[in-house]
């Protein structure tokens, strides 16, 4: 067999399998977070950012995506599929964050601004 009938039965093989192999691919998506003090709009170093998948029921699940921001207050996760995720961000001497959100697009971007720890207050 020649180099030439080589290569028409190889790319033949190819368009063949292409198809298939491309509908079983999901998409996915990435996140890029921006954590950020509400007080003065500095970056947030090393805020642990947690995310769970959620269940058309609301049930998250127990495996988790768990990521650290950098110096700027930013991290990125990507891979992940489409649909709903509860995200939990904690940073030392900063209200907690959390909500649930949507991923429907390629690329999202988010600022979280985090805010002072209210006082508390007792009614005895």
């Not at 500095?42 to 998948?53: E, F, G, M, Q, Y």
């Not at 207050?73 to 900063?94: C, F, M, N, P, T």
Request: hydrophobic share 40%; proline share 4%; aromatic share 8%.
């Amino acid at each position: 067999m020649n180099r030439i009938s080589y290569l028409i039965i190889c790319l033949l093989a190819f368009t063949l399998f292409l198809p298939a192999w491309a509908k079983d691919k999901k998409p996915t998506a990435q996140i890029d977070f921006t954590v950020l003090r509400a007080s003065d709009q500095k970056p947030v170093r090393r805020a642990s950012v947690i995310l769970h998948a959620v269940n058309k029921d609301g049930k998250q699940a127990k495996d988790a995506f768990e990521v650290k921001t950098d110096a700027e207050g930013k991290v990125a996760l990507s891979d992940l599929d489409y649909g709903k995720y509860r995200i939990q961000v904690i940073a030392e001497h900063l209200q907690t964050f959390g909500d649930d959100l949507e991923i429907a697009e390629p690329i999202k971007q988010m600022t979280i601004k985090l805010k002072e720890p209210q006082k508390q207050y007792s009614i005895y």
